[in-house]
């Protein structure tokens, strides 16, 4: 079982990522804290589930995801695109602006798996935590790239 110590550092080493994934689900900030709060509840809970401490990321992505998708459920209503935060490292507001536009046109399947992919999960990570095959990891940060490429493209034309 992972002691206190690692599964607290493993939380704090994707807390970042993890809230930007809830995010992309709830688009709402006090949504996602509360989503956070309970996956981290029921992870701590369940870490003597864990067979092994490298498939922690994985693991916990999946009750995240489960946690937001709850929450969803219960609320049932749609954020607005100029709720979003802003992209972290973006310079240019207009740009940020813009991106945050063309990632509204993704499913939120594919800003999922296209988010956990610029965060250095590996494919097979990815496919766990999404419960989905790896094939499908793939077309769907295939399709994502794609569809960014092509509406940042004419927002420049």
Do not use: H
Not at 1 to 21: E, G, H, N
Not at 30 to 38: G, I, N, R, T, V
Not at 74 to 95: F, I, K
């Amino acid at each position: 079982m992972i002691t206190d110590k690692a599964f607290a550092q493993q939380v704090r080493d994707l807390s970042d990522t993890a809230f930007a994934a809830a995010y992309l689900i709830l688009e709402n900030r006090a949504d996602c804290e509360d989503a956070m709060s309970e996956a981290i509840l029921k992870a701590y809970q369940r870490r003597g589930t864990l067979l092994r401490q490298e498939s922690f990321r994985a693991w916990f992505f999946q009750i995240l995801r489960n946690e937001a998708y709850t929450i969803l459920r219960r609320r049932q209503r749609v954020t607005p695109v100029e709720e979003l935060p802003e992209m972290p490292g973006e310079d240019n507001p207009a740009q940020a602006m813009d991106l945050r536009q063309a990632l509204s046109y993704l499913s939120e399947q594919q800003r999922m798996a296209l988010l956990l992919q610029q965060e250095g999960y590996e494919l097979k990570e990815i496919a766990v935590a999404l419960d989905i095959p790896e094939g499908t990891v793939k077309s769907r940060i295939s399709r994502a790239k794609s569809t960014l490429r092509t509406l940042l493209k004419e927002d420049k034309q």
